[in-house]
């Protein structure tokens, strides 16, 4: 008998998120689960949160930081989701660990029998999402890419969609239960990423070299680096340190999309 068929109200924290809604949306799509997302106390319009309810989904209204609201809420739930930001508040802004403690300790009070972190590429070391493979140096608008580690260096990507599809298969597998699971939806050298992005385009790129990025920012060197660029070379640098054993994509029964497919969207809408 399938895990899956155990776990009946599956509530997802931070669906309207750029992780969260596609999560939301594929556990709609697959129509298993009585689905609830929280949202943030005080009630507001939210156009994702009105298009998930409209899929069937329910919204209930929490105080993250307060303990008996998020065990009055959580009461009935299976499964929980979380795909808070760490920036929700400011005393606890880029900690994952401490925004989610008061949900993670009503989850445990009220019996809820998974709870699946706010994690989802929360180790660089897991890769990039598609979506956001321009913000690695890859200028559309003026054809220029900007290379801050070698070219052939390799890197993780998955896109959102499929990071919702394995969650909710994940539910599926008795060996996900107090693991982490690894996927790749693709996998690619920053040269090979240069060429998808050339042949969406049609046209040549110009390559930029810049591997002093971080030296230059941190010691307030001329030309100075934006703060963008140095958080470029930071995810360019934990990424290209992923060096799995082995990825679990075999354990599910979809194919994921490439990043082919994600370049060729963005440069039709360049």
């Known amino acids: 008998m399938p895990i899956s068929t155990t776990f009946k109200t599956v509530v997802i924290a931070g669906a309207t998120g750029n992780v969260g809604y596609p999560i939301a949306e594929a556990f709609l799509n697959d129509g298993s689960y009585k689905i609830k997302i929280f949202r943030k106390k005080p009630e507001n319009k939210n156009e994702r949160a009105e298009l998930l309810a409209s899929k069937g989904a329910e919204i209930v209204y929490v105080d993250y930081t307060q303990k008996d609201d998020l065990v009055k809420a959580l009461k009935g739930t299976d499964v929980i989701v979380s795909a808070v930001k760490a920036i929700r508040f400011k005393k606890t802004s880029g900690d994952f660990y401490n925004i989610q403690l008061p949900l993670l300790e009503a989850a445990k009070e009220v019996g809820v029998k998974r709870f699946i972190p706010s994690e989802f590429g929360g180790e660089y070391t897991t890769g990039l999402f598609q979506e956001f493979v321009e913000m690695l140096g890859f200028d559309v608008k003026n054809k220029t890419a900007t290379f801050y580690v070698d070219g052939n260096s390799k890197i993780y990507s998955t896109s959102l969609a499929d990071i919702g599809k394995y969650t909710v298969e994940s539910l599926k ?41 971080r030296y230059r920012f941190r010691n307030k060197i001329e030309p ?32 994921p999309h490439s990043l082919t497919e994600q370049i060729n969207i963005i440069a039709k809408n360049a």
């Not at 060096?243 to 029964?253: C, M």
């Open 224 to 255: 100075i680096p934006s703060t963008a660029d140095d958080f470029r070379v930071f995810v360019f640098e934990s990424s290209i340190l992923s060096k799995f054993d082995k990825v679990d994509n075999d354990k599910f029964n979809f194919t």
């Open 173 to 213: 597998l008795p060996e996900a239960r107090n693991a982490t699971i690894r996927v790749a939806g693709s996998t690619e050298t920053f040269n090979e990423i240069l060429q998808m992005f050339e042949e969406a385009t049609g046209s040549k790129w110009k390559v930029v070299e810049d591997r002093e990025v």
